[in-house]
């Protein structure tokens, strides 16, 4: 198997912004997608960082992600908005819905900001990072067409419906909790055929709705933990879709041929905790509620507590200080993605 590459995180994001203009981006767009990308891979999420740049500008080539969309407030009343996207880029696109969200907030306390048409979002942890930089508790979610089985069924007939919550700590820093309703992401499938690796046991379907372990056969991931996922993938379709009257999933059904056609919505909710505490009061007691649980009695198996978001802080630093490692095979399909775009490739260096 070919060894890992290592690029910078700045070299990076430049590249990528570079391809995303060449694509037809504009210039400030290109560079807020390419921040979320390397942001996702910074902290080991490379089923949400840079793999999804191919995919992103073959959508563009097609149409069905627009670098001319017309991005805009439709409706807002109090502390709620909805952010039409028109098929905009979806990591520009949701940024600007927590921005929203933050601002609201402002006035209101809450924000809660819905967005519709929207091409991929994302991780939904790095919009929850815009709240919780600003002392804000952040919620973000995100549905799509059907993407994943429900419990019961053995075709997708769910969003994989990844949901995040960041809540401040004292020093900058959050708990954030960032997970999808599947098994196994979309995105963690394309990297499974990408290394060769046997996918764990029951997380996807093949195409005959039977279990596998083949990533080369794998199409539908199953809900994580049967019930309880799907049944929180259904909720997430309702808040983020259907209360933005931007129906996803009956869309789907009603019409097959939409069912391959992708589109997203999303939902960001931003709370001022002063609202309740004093400044500072709750990201102290939210420390307080992490040395706690960090105290308890470790099991079997364990050298550390670590609370959410914690790994990926700590690997963001090192993959800033020492690099990024990406597969060879996906280095080679960005390199040659960049070449025809006419962007010269970063430099690297072996793993």
């Known amino acids: ?10 070299d990076l994001e430049y590249m990528v912004g570079a391809m995303f203009i060449a ?4 210039a400030p767009w290109a ?3 390419a921040e979320v990308l390397i942001w996702a ?3 080991g999420v490379g089923s949400h960082g840079v793999l999804r740049v191919p995919s992103y500008i073959a959508g563009m080539k097609h149409g069905m992600r627009r670098g001319d969309a017309d991005i805009r407030t439709i409706f807002e009343k109090g502390a709620l908005a909805i952010i039409e996207a028109d ?22 306390a809450i924000g809660w900001v819905a967005l519709r048409n929207a091409t991929h979002t994302g991780p939904m942890g790095f919009y929850v990072r815009q709240a919780a930089d600003q002392g804000l508790i952040g919620i973000a979610m995100s549905a799509s067409r059907p993407l994943m089985a429900y419990h019961g069924t053995r075709t997708a007939a769910a969003g994989t419906a990844p949901l995040a919550i960041g809540v ?6 959050a708990l954030v909790l960032d997970m999808a309703n599947a098994a196994i992401t979309i995105g963690n499938l394309a990297q499974a055929r990408m290394s060769g690796k046997p996918l764990p046991k029951d997380v996807a379907l093949d195409a005959r709705g039977r279990m596998t372990t083949d990533p080369t056969r794998a199409v539908t991931p199953m809900p994580v933990a049967g019930p309880k996922g799907a049944g929180l993938a259904l909720m997430i379709e309702c808040l983020a879709s259907l209360m933005a009257g931007s129906p996803l999933l009956t869309t789907a059904f009603d019409e097959p041929a939409l069912r391959n056609q992708h589109l997203q919505n999303g939902a960001c909710i931003a709370l001022d905790p002063t609202l309740f505490l004093g400044p500072d009061v709750m990201a102290g007691e939210v420390d307080r509620l992490a040395r706690g649980i960090k105290a308890e009695p470790m099991a079997e198996g364990f050298d550390e507590i670590l609370m959410p978001g914690e790994r990926g802080d700590r690997e963001a630093a090192h ?6 490692p990406l597969p060879a095979k996906l280095w080679s399909e960005l390199v040659s993605y960049a070449l025809r775009l006419g962007v010269q ?5 072996n793993a």
């Open 1 to 10: 198997m070919a060894q890992d590459i290592i690029v910078t995180a700045a």
């Open 23 to 26: 694509a037809g981006l504009p």
């Open 31 to 33: 560079q807020r997608e």
């Open 41 to 43: 891979d910074l902290r």
């Open 87 to 108: 098929r905009g880029p979806g990591l520009h696109a949701m940024r600007l819905t927590m921005d929203k969200a933050i601002a609201l907030s402002q006035t209101h």
């Open 168 to 173: 401040p700590r004292l020093g900058g820093k």
């Open 319 to 324: 993959r800033r200080e020492h690099g990024i």
């Open 345 to 349: 490739p970063a430099q690297t260096r």
